[in-house]
């Protein structure tokens, strides 16, 4: 039996959403006195100019100074954090970070975060304790997203990639960004190809948080509303992210998600998108998320049924009775979003590399899955148990769904 009964819940930082909201960064610097500045900027924006309101915020502070560090990959690499971004903090006499971008920029201000003067590398933090308090001054974030997508501006997780190129969490409190400024305008230049992805994380967030047996009322209330926008809005926003109306609802619906999956956490899908956006694949996350989605779905629906049905009816706004639902229903709904917003290309996995021997077996070797035979059924945070031969299991269909997906005949 769970033996956590009690709720646990609250935002410990200082949040702004809403067009214009980034106007609030001379302010929040002048509140605590923060005088210089590391910006951490996704390099692609900051080349094409959609970090430029953000410089010259900076630039007409007056008392203010920043440097600009834009060595961000895809999937932030420890190597990258310890060698240059801590050093540059260091050497500017940096006194917080704003990190402008999607997760990849976040987790690397993160790293920087959470090594802090400790004279340690990012990873000597993967599987410390959440919340106990560290004993070195960690380094203060204010997070600008320019996605919809992983809500890491308002959760205590990282995802680096350690010097193997394994993708680990560290997670703890000092990676919670001070501030976050969510302001839906600066999400209007994403190509089809990236709102889409990060949309279908935000999604993915938002069901896997609410059906997490962690969650609890504070967490279910924002998964459910975070669901009913990303209905009303993943479509429209994904065709033209420009629309006020919808990035604002797609800028809610990360944020309301991102609040979940920080206290009751996720669920199988980010588990096995893992070893997706590595080798042989190297996936970009949202599209993972979402090629895995309808398999996890048919896996725990034994588990969790109804909150599956509540899901359905928050993304289609239809009022579906539990004797009229099947999970097919949410599963088919699921498929037919990938389709329409090409998620992972409209490939099988197969075709990105994917076959039932040995890349199979390279997948289960990746540290993610360590000790899931050991997990007991009371420690199990899925709603349905789920070790190494079931984690087998739901990769299998993985491929046998994105078949269905791609519209071709299965095996």
């Known amino acids: 039996m769970r033996t956590k009964k009690y709720l646990q819940f609250g935002v410990r930082q200082r949040l702004y959403q809403g067009s214009g909201c980034i106007s609030m960064i001379p302010d929040i610097l002048e509140t605590e006195g923060w005088k210089r500045v590391m910006l951490i900027a996704d390099p692609a924006l900051y080349k094409i100019g959609v970090i430029d309101p953000i410089e010259k915020l900076l630039k007409d502070t007056d008392g203010v100074e920043y440097c600009v560090f834009t060595d961000i990959r895809p999937n932030p690499e420890a190597v990258t954090i310890d060698g240059k971004a801590v050093p540059l903090y260091q050497e500017f006499k940096a006194d917080v970070m704003i990190a402008v971008g999607g997760g990849s920029t976040m987790d690397t201000a993160k790293g920087v975060a959470i090594v802090g003067d400790s004279g340690k590398k990012c990873m000597d933090f993967v599987g410390i304790p959440q919340h106990k308090p560290l004993p070195h001054h960690t380094y203060p974030m204010i997070a600008v997203p320019t996605t ?79 669901l009913e926008l990303v209905g009303e809005a ?122 039932d021997g040995e890349v199979l077996q390279l997948m289960l070797k990746h540290p993610i899955f360590n000790n899931k035979d050991k997990t007991k059924n009371s420690d199990c945070n899925y709603p349905r148990v789920t070790r190494m031969k079931e984690f087998e299991h739901i990769i299998k269909r993985i491929n046998d769904y994105s078949k269905v997906q791609a519209g071709k005949p299965k095996d």
């Open 148 to 226: 919809a997508g992983t809500g890491s501006d308002v959760c205590i997780n990282a995802v680096i990639c350690d010097e193997k190129g394994f993708k680990l969490v560290p997670s703890h409190d000092c990676l919670l960004p001070a501030y976050s400024l969510m302001d839906p305008d600066m999400l209007a230049g994403l190509p089809f190809s990236v709102a889409a992805a990060t949309s279908v994380d935000t999604l993915t967030h938002a069901l896997e948080s609410y059906t997490n047996m962690n969650a609890n009322d504070f967490t279910e209330l924002f998964s459910l509303r975070s």
């Open 234 to 355: 993943i479509r429209p926003f994904c065709a033209n992210p420009a629309v006020d109306e919808y990035a604002n609802k797609m800028s809610l619906a990360c944020m309301y998600a991102g609040f979940s999956l920080g206290i009751a956490s996720i669920g199988q899908d980010h588990v096995i998108t893992h070893p997706m956006s590595e080798e042989p694949f190297h996936m970009p996350h949202g599209d993972a998320c979402g090629m895995a989605l309808p398999a996890v779905i048919e896996w725990n629906a034994m588990g969790c049924k109804e909150k599956y049905r509540k899901a359905y009816n928050a993304l289609t706004k239809k009022q579906v009775a539990l004797e009229d639902f099947d999970v097919k229903m949410l599963i088919d709904w699921v498929i037919e979003l990938n389709r329409d917003l090409n998620i992972a290309q409209n490939k099988t996995f197969e075709e990105w590399g994917y076959n």
